[in-house]
């Protein structure tokens, strides 16, 4: 647990040094970090030796958890010592970036012709972006250029990926989000449905509100619908069964794009290899990360079909080049990890494990359901939330002023476990390689930091 850092102490060096993503500061320089320094497993230690369950993988993406892959580290060291750099500008490649991009589209959820790799899932987005203007110019349809994403979406923090999230703290004072984009219903049934509406009903009317929103705007000027499977840090928002099949059908009807964001989802975290198959997506781009190198390294991709890829290669043929690139983006080492990341993957059966294990931790947190203070349980496969409410009946969030999440997080860390607390949800996304029993150790803590925070 934090507490007021020791002169010269690691934490007291870092409150002197770093400003923190995601952090309050003022609190910060009161209290200071946890400073995390080993793993193994699921586990992770901080520098007091203090053991915790990592219940969200880091920040969504320790597959593997945080042991020391012997494997990935050889892979490492023997691309740095083979070509520790090499770039795909200018008719340039390299033998992992070519092995990793063909073994993406072998494993994609749809037929994807074409892959270009960034370093994060923000880039990931921000080139789906500039691509679809690409591509639309390219079309002769200069005013299809208006992106659609969901409230609550998280897409990323780049200006233009920022601007698709659709969470107050990542637009406010930032003067986001970006004139053209905009943000429709999210599927969170528990608190948008209207009394007695069924799951279908409200799917519907989700899919009733998109249309009206591209209807209001004018078809001929949306470009592309973005969306997670399972919206991650908004607060692990499942939608319901029959959304994306209604919601697919109205961007089909108007020619929008749609682009998959399987930044959390990709990987086996749904219990599938990809969220596209658990919810039936049939996307035209797809980014990924996080899993894809289970955290080693920085690396994501971006996929696009054969569709949308002519379109792009004929418009920078014309041009004379695709003027978009990252100098690290798709790094020779952090391809070759991230390829024998998807080989430990596939020899040891690691989404068949999450498939089978997913149920268990479903059940365990939905066992919490009844505590007094607990909302609503949800979640599929590996990802998991649990809202605390104030009032069961209303659905009532807590007042922030009341502090609940930060206390939750300070019992959980006492009981050691560490998630995140969006708002009023305790997400969880373990390392893939959790087992049963450490998915009851992990919620038996979790059942004492309610008890604690009640
Ligand atoms: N998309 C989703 C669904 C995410 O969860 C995240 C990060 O959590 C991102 C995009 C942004 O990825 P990055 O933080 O690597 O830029």
Redesign the pocket.
Known sequence: MTQVPRPNSAAARDVRSQLHPYTNPVLHEQSGPMVVTRGDGVWVEDERGDRYIEGLAG??CTALGFSAEERLARVAYEQMRRLSFYHPFGHKAHVPGIDLAEALLAMAPVPMSKVFFCN??????DTAIKFIRFYNNALGRPEKKKIISRLKA?????VA?ASLTGLPNNHRDFDLPLAGILHTTCPHHYHGAAEGESPDAFASRCAEELEALIQAEGPDTIAAFFA?PVM??GGVIVPPPTYFEKIQAVLKRHDILFVA?E??CGFGRTGNPWGCQTFDLKPDMI?C??QLSSGYL?L?ALMMTESVYEVIRDNAGRIGILGHGYTYGGHPVACAVALETLAIYRERDLFGHAAAVGPRLQARLRDLADHPLVGEVRGVGLIGGVELSRDKASRQPFDPAQGVGAAMTRHLHAHGVITRVIGDTVAFSPPLIITEEEIDTMVDRVARALDDTL
Do not use: F, Q
């Open positions: 920040l969504w994060s899932g923000s880039e990931a987005n998280y897409h990323g923090v780049t990926s997670e991650g840090a964001d930044v959390i980014a990360a996080k920085p994501a």
